[in-house]
Every structure is written in structure tokens, then in C-alpha cells.
């Protein structure tokens, strides 16, 4: 087979789940890319996946950026090109909306930078049996009838004691408004499709704001650190939005 001069022929064993990762992140660094891929069976040789990664980037499947405040790691993102392809390939993709300001958009860099840490952590210690990622919940929440009650940072599944069990997750780098609260408790008062949602925060003056909102939704909700996350896992200690006295994320998923 001949190709054009400068074309590029896309491995479905390499190149797509390479994209469809960088996709499903929004924003990842690369570092984070390359444990995602090496993690996940794709590429173990870290030149290799340079090279690959340099020419999907090359090639306007991804884009790259430099973002100072998330440190000097080159940043990658999917280009329209690359969504294209996925898209092609199966996967549904719903954009977020543009952000309004360069300030809006580190932030969300910087967001999806942390939650990224957040499921390595998991991947890393053999506790992930599935993660479903934002692009995907939002791609069920507006073309399928089988609705979450909003677009959760993902919903995941755990392996815990010989058994599997789901939670919403939700990462609060910072604290919302007020009135978005409000719209987020009148949400989660109708969901049916999760039993349980795992708030994490940095902080945890954010979470007991964030908890003074959601007291009243009768889902249970659960609190807890980011970095207790990253140390324990399920076994960290985790607040209920009820007021119960704090148990081990594990306990709560049983």
C-alpha cells in the first residue's frame, strides 16, 4: 500500500489507546501519559512512546502546551483531529464548553492534573476494576436514556474484600458558589444510578463547606482528603454528609 507523502498510518494497538487515554484525561501530563500507557499493557519502552507521542503531536492528533503553574512537564490535550479518529473508532465524545478565561483553563488543567494522580494511585495498587471518565458520563448523560444525575468527575469501581463496588467520584480542588451547591443537592437528590458519592478535596475546610450543602440529599455522600487518598486508599478515613462518625472508605463500601 502507498501513502501520501507526511500521512501517518494509526496503530489500533498503540496509537488509539494512546489518544483514547489523553481524551478520557482532558489534560495529562507526560509523565502521567506514559504510566497510564505502561500501567495499562500499551508500551513499556519509554522511547518508544516519545517517539509515538512526538508524532501523534507532530502529526495534529495532540496537542501540547506548556502550563507553569502544573510545573514544567509538557501538557497534552486532544486536538479536533484526534477526536475525530476516536470518533471513528467508537468512542463518543461530547466537548466541554470553551473555557471563558486563560484563568478558567489552568484551572481546569490543574484539575484534571490531580485527578489523574488520584486514579494512578488506584491503578498503581491493583484496587481499579473500572474507571468511567467524565467524557464518558457526559456522552451517556446527553445521548442515551440511562442518565447519571450530572456529569461526575468519573464513577468508579473498586475491587474491595473478594468483591466489586461503585462509587461517583467528585474532586473539589475549589470550593463552588453557594448556588451552584444548591443545584448540585437538587441533582444528586434524584440519582439512581450510583448507591454512594466520594467527595475528595485538598482541603478540608472545602469539604465541610461542600457538606453543609449536601446534608440534606439522602444518597449517601462521603468525605475525605486527597492526600489520605494517596496514602490509604480504602483504608482512609472518610466523613458522611449525615454527620456519622468517620469510618474507613472500605467500611463504607461494603
Request: aromatic share 10%; charged share 25%.
Amino acid at each position: 500500500m502507498r501513502y501520501f507523502k507526511g500521512s501517518v498510518a494509526l496503530s489500533q494497538a498503540h496509537d488509539l489507546p494512546l489518544l483514547r487515554q489523553v481524551l478520557r484525561s482532558h489534560f495529562v501530563t507526560h509523565s502521567q501519559l506514559f504510566e497510564f500507557i505502561k500501567l495499562g499493557g500499551y508500551e513499556r519502552d519509554r522511547k518508544v512512546f516519545n517517539w509515538r507521542l512526538g508524532r501523534l503531536v507532530a502529526h495534529g492528533f495532540a496537542s501540547r502546551q506548556h502550563v507553569p503553574s502544573a510545573g514544567v512537564e509538557a501538557i497534552y490535550s486532544i486536538s479536533p483531529s484526534g477526536a475525530a479518529v476516536l470518533e471513528g473508532a467508537g468512542e463518543c465524545y461530547v466537548p466541554l464548553p470553551t473555557p471563558r478565561t486563560p484563568q478558567k483553563r489552568e484551572v481546569n488543567v490543574l484539575h484534571a492534573i490531580e485527578l489523574n494522580d488520584i486514579r494512578l494511585s488506584l491503578v498503581r495498587a491493583g484496587l481499579e476494576v473500572l474507571w468511567i471518565s467524565e467524557s464518558e458520563i457526559r456522552s451517556r448523560n446527553e445521548l442515551t436514556p440511562f442518565k447519571y444525575a450530572k456529569d461526575y468527575d468519573a464513577v468508579v469501581t473498586v475491587a474491595v474484600n473478594g468483591h466489586s463496588a461503585r462509587f461517583a467520584l467528585e474532586y473539589e480542588r475549589t470550593a463552588k458558589k453557594e448556588s451552584d451547591y444548591l443545584k448540585v443537592a437538587n441533582k444528586l437528590s434524584g440519582e439512581r444510578a450510583v448507591e454512594r458519592v466520594l467527595y475528595l478535596s485538598p482541603s478540608y475546610d472545602v469539604l465541610s463547606f461542600a457538606a453543609d450543602y449536601l446534608k440534606r440529599v439522602r444518597l449517601p455522600i462521603f468525605f475525605g482528603l486527597a492526600s489520605a487518598w494517596h496514602a490509604k486508599l480504602l483504608d482512609m478515613p472518610v466523613a458522611s454528609s449525615h454527620g456519622a462518625r468517620h469510618q474507613s472508605l472500605r467500611e463504607v463500601l461494603k
